[in-house]
Each structure stands twice: as structure tokens, then as C-alpha cells.
């Protein structure tokens, strides 16, 4: 069974930093890219970033509200996707989910990836 | 940046027919895909590329998509079905969700 499972999460005061832990099991985490979505209490699903395998460069993208202050990694030797949050805001508390992209290798459109699984969530609250 | 654009929420009654629009620019050259949330738990993938659905997803599940807006249908809807709906799709290589539906089954 594909199953992810985040870790990291707690109480953290503004400013400070906090990493994420997103372990997979179940398929081979080398294969795929991996992305974290997060959602604000009583909020919608907000994608915060993926990084892409190692086959195709590893790099990442990140949205425009985390970029320059958070960053995804991956150990692939540990099925580990792990999120770095520098500079925390307030506005930064979430549940934070790990799921993973899969890609259609061809379609008729142009980008044909979706987020499956996801893994339970860790909730990180910033506040003083 | 682009957008997508869901009502807050949607009522029906149990074994009817429930629709969830989706809109945004030339949605239909991009592949939607729609995640079910219920109270307390992570969200699931119910249909991707716009109409397919994954193993463990009940036929009743059905997607479309053309033009500016998709659709996830959900027909003889059941009360387990009552749930939060997230579209998606990809604005190259940023992912954009919708706001969420809340679908009510009363």
C-alpha cells in the first residue's frame, strides 16, 4: 500500500525556522516528484511547492507566498521528502500535507500530473 | 496568476444528482482534476484528467471539462458522499486549486 507520512510539526514563534518530514512506503520514492499543499484552519488548499526527481534534475518550484523563505528537499536513500521553512510567519499556520505527483507520460494536453496520495498532515502553528 | 473559481457550497438530496462547477480561463486545454475532503481527513483523489476515475472511486463519480469550467457530477449522491471538493489544475509548472465546495446531502 502507498502510504505517506508526514512529521515535524509544532509550535514555533515567528521568525524561527521548522522542518518537515514526509516519509513514503509502499511504491519506489525515487520515481516520483513530491509536493506539499497546506491549509489554514477552517481554509482552502493552498500548493506550496514539489521537487522534482532526481532523473529529471531534482529541482524545485515554489509558489510566490513561500518563495525565498521555504524550501523542499529529498533523500531518496530515505524515502524522505523533507520541507524547510525559514522566517515563519503567522500567516503560516497550517496543515501541512505531503503528496505525491504522478504523471501521465502521454496525454493530449499539456501537463498531466496529480497529487496521490496524501499523507495525514502535520500542523505547524506559528504564534508568540 | 491564474485562477479558479468554485461556489462555496452545494445542497442535495440523498440519491439525486449533485453538481460542482469548476471555472477559469480556458480551463478546457488544461486537465482538471478533483479531490474529496471530509471533516478530518486528507484529501482524496476522486477524478483526474478531467474525467477519469481512480481505483475505489464509485461509478457515480464522473468529471467533464471543456470550454471554461468543469464538472464533477455525482449521481444518486449518498450521504457519505458529503464531503469538501477541491479542483485543481496546473498553470504550468504552479498548481492552482479552487476555493472548495462544501457539498451538503440533506
Known amino acids: 500500500e502507498v502510504q505517506l507520512e508526514e512529521s515535524g510539526g509544532g509550535l514555533v514563534q515567528p521568525g524561527r525556522s521548522l522542518r518537515l518530514s514526509c516519509r513514503g512506503s509502499g511504491f519506489t520514492f525515487g520515481d516520483y516528484a513530491m509536493s506539499w499543499v497546506r491549509q489554514a484552519p477552517g481554509k482552502g488548499l493552498e500548493w506550496v511547492g514539489f521537487?522534482?526527481?532526481?532523473?529529471?534534475?531534482?529541482?524545485?518550484e515554489n509558489a510566490a507566498s513561500v518563495k525565498g523563505r521555504f524550501t523542499i528537499l529529498r533523500d531518496d536513500s530515505k524515502s524522505t521528502a523533507y520541507l524547510q521553512m525559514n522566517s515563519l510567519k503567522t500567516e503560516d499556520t497550517a496543515v501541512y500535507y505531503c503528496?505525491?505527483?504522478?504523471?501521465?507520460?502521454?496525454?493530449?494536453?499539456?501537463?498531466?500530473?496529480?497529487?496521490?496520495?496524501w499523507g495525514q498532515g502535520t500542523l505547524v502553528t506559528v504564534s508568540s | 496568476s491564474y485562477d479558479l473559481t468554485q461556489p462555496p457550497s452545494v445542497s442535495v438530496s440523498p440519491g439525486q444528482t449533485a453538481s460542482i462547477t469548476c471555472s477559469g480561463n480556458k480551463l478546457g486545454n488544461k486537465y482538471a482534476y478533483w479531490y474529496q475532503q471530509k471533516p478530518g481527513q486528507s484529501p482524496v483523489l476522486v477524478i483526474y484528467?478531467?474525467?477519469k476515475r481512480p481505483s475505489g472511486i464509485p461509478e457515480r463519480f464522473s468529471g467533464s471539462n471543456s470550454g471554461n469550467a468543469a464538472t464533477l457530477t455525482i449521481r444518486g449522491t449518498q450521504a457519505t458522499d458529503e464531503a469538501d471538493y477541491y479542483c485543481?489544475?496546473?498553470?504550468?509548472?504552479?498548481?492552482?486549486f479552487g476555493g472548495g465546495t462544501k457539498l451538503t446531502v440533506l
Open positions: 521537487i522534482r526527481r532526481k532523473g529529471h534534475g531534482g529541482t524545485t
Open positions: 503528496t505525491r505527483i504522478v504523471v501521465a507520460l502521454s496525454a493530449p494536453k499539456e501537463v498531466s500530473n496529480w497529487f496521490d496520495p
Open positions: 484528467q478531467d474525467t
Open positions: 485543481q489544475a496546473w498553470d504550468t509548472i504552479t498548481a492552482v
